[in-house]
């Protein structure tokens, strides 16, 4: 018998204590795996399961044997909220294997029994001395997030119908007075019944912002792009924009610079918020007898919208601060108190949704020029 | 002058849209809800229906699934309601939705507009409008 003494230990006992260390190492680092409370999926370099927990084979409706050893993409398919099914190579956790690095998704999770499950993925590859040997998913059921979501947009919806249904009356049964279905008015009683309008009208355009401003915050904003004339959309909304500038005397102008088509596809009720906003803004911030200019420069692969005005400008102090929420311009709040200071945040808001950009120039005391370049095809939006 | 059947839950309203409506010289029907609507087209029989989204009983998108294709192909349908930027609205245009305008924005004599302009094919199937007093 050959007896090796190490440390007054011989080789079989410590192979045997080795292996023992081993054995409870990798039943413990198995016990460990096993607890996740999320749902965990380990693959190969081939993509093949090697292990799964409990929770994983839970949340899919499949039993542990039914995945292990088979390959992760062909037993669960994932479907992206647009309902288009993803290649394998965007999948997080190839990207992740891939790429060396952690990549996080949400998507559906679709077995090949049928199930589906809405899930939140997190992926890091699994790497042995800098080797990829493979790489780990957890992820979890969202279905409950995704539920309250839709639960949170269907009261934003709900409270702003409500809001606006007796608005929609006052305003309705006063512009009845005024147009003369209910007999004649003397001039005192028209102009307090135009005073009723206007501020229906304010408190109306007060839960649009806001309704739109929770959207926007809530990534609920409905989208509906299509090929428009942009110069087109905008005269649409021009006439009820002259009556705001004939009230101060402002003349509004519209013209379009160069040659190149005024086509694009976006969503005409977003543009016309945008435009509503911005001329409004330039129309309330100018001085009597002023004057306020649309101009529309279309180029190769975008469309940019100007709006400049000979109005009071905005401080160069608060040129950062001007499409945060709820700011309004130090110089302006002395002349104009009505406002809420959401206005430019919410344009702001809407352009992100368009993939478009705002921007302005402005000197004090001179005027403001404010820009908006909307891309003439967007792939954010569909 | 057209045969209008107004759908629209609210009492005041319903009641402002009939008195309006029938100022311009239309032959006007009110209904509160959606089923009643329905129960209402065979006999009136209308070239237009102005159509609210949200209702009790029956709402705007239900009465439009429910009420027979080919018959409704035939008349307008304008969508009156105050849901702004809804993905109702685009539901309502699958379903056959003419025009649709955000009450709270219309006046009067833009509603006498929009029917005239509808009744007559302009801006046919257009996006929603927002029309400012």
Redesign the interface.
């Known amino acids: 018998m050959a007896i090796e003494e190490t440390n007054g230990i011989n080789t079989d006992d410590n192979l045997r204590r080795k292996t023992v260390v081993t054995s409870k190492t990798r039943a413990e680092a198995d016990a460990i795996f096993r607890s996740i409370g999320d749902g965990a999926i380990t693959t190969d370099e081939f993509g093949r399961i090697t292990r799964v927990n409990p929770v994983a084979a839970h949340l899919l409706g499949l039993k542990e044997s039914e995945l292990v050893g088979f390959p992760f993409f062909k037993i669960i398919t994932a479907v992206s909220f647009d309902g288009e099914i993803m290649n394998v190579i965007d999948r997080p956790i190839t990207r992740a294997f891939l790429t060396g690095r952690p990549v996080e998704g949400k998507m559906i999770y679709q077995t090949n029994k049928g199930k589906r499950v809405p899930v939140s993925v997190n992926a890091s590859p699994i790497t042995l001395k800098g080797k990829p040997l493979g790489a780990i998913e957890v992820f979890r059921d969202i279905s409950l997030e995704i539920e309250i979501d839709r639960m949170k947009s269907e009261f934003i919806?709900?409270a702003?119908?409500q809001l606006?249904?007796p608005?929609?009356?006052i305003?309705?049964?006063t512009?009845?007075l005024t147009?003369g279905?209910m007999g004649e008015l003397n001039p005192m009683q028209k102009t307090s019944l135009e005073t009723i309008?206007s501020a229906?009208?304010r408190m109306?355009e007060l839960?649009?912002t806001l309704?739109?401003i929770t959207?926007i915050e809530s990534g609920t904003?409905?989208v509906?792009p299509?090929i428009i004339k942009i110069d087109e959309t905008i005269k649409?909304?021009l006439p009820?924009l002259e009556?705001i500038a004939t009230s101060k005397q402002i003349r509004l102008k519209m013209q379009i610079v160069g040659k190149n088509s005024t086509k694009i596809k976006t969503d005409?009720?977003?543009v016309?918020?945008v435009v509503?906003n911005l001329v409004s803004n330039s129309i309330k911030y100018t001085p009597d007898n002023g004057q306020v200019t649309i101009i529309v420069r279309p180029k190769k692969t975008e469309i940019v919208v100007e709006i400049n005005d000979t109005g009071w400008g905005i401080p160069n102090r608060s040129h950062d601060k001007i499409f945060s929420k709820f700011f309004r311009g130090s110089n302006i709040i002395k002349r104009e108190t009505s406002g809420t200071g959401l206005g430019l945040y919410m344009v702001k808001g809407l352009m992100d949704t368009l993939n478009g950009k705002v921007w302005f120039n402005s000197v004090e005391g001179k005027g403001t020029s404010f820009f908006f370049s909307l891309p003439r095809v967007s792939n954010k939006i569909k | 002058m057209a045969r209008i059947l107004v759908v629209e839950d609210?009492k005041?309203?319903n009641n402002?849209?009939c008195?309006?409506l029938r100022?311009q010289g239309h032959e006007v029907v009110e209904a509160f809800d959606g089923k009643e609507a329905l129960s209402k087209l065979t006999d009136f029989n209308p070239d237009l229906v102005l159509l609210d989204l949200?209702m009790p009983i029956m709402g705007g998108l239900e009465f439009l699934q429910k009420w027979d294709n080919a018959k409704r192909r035939k008349v307008k349908v304008l969508i009156f309601?105050?849901?702004?930027?809804?993905?109702e609205?685009?539901e309502a245009y699958k379903l056959g939705a003419s025009r649709c305008i955000i009450?709270?924005?219309t006046?009067?004599?833009n509603l006498a507009k929009v029917i005239s302009d509808t009744l007559n094919n302009k801006n046919n199937k257009s996006?929603?409008?927002?029309?400012?007093?």
Do not use: F
């Open positions: 919806s709900l702003s119908h606006r249904t608005l929609s009356a305003k309705t049964y512009h009845m147009d279905y309008i229906s009208n109306n839960i649009s309704l739109n959207r904003i409905a509906y299509k649409e909304i009820e009556l005409t009720l977003i016309k918020e509503t | 609210d005041d309203l402002a849209y008195i309006i100022h949200l309601t105050n849901m702004e930027n809804s993905p609205i685009a009450k709270s924005w006046a009067p004599h996006e929603s409008v927002k029309s400012v007093a």
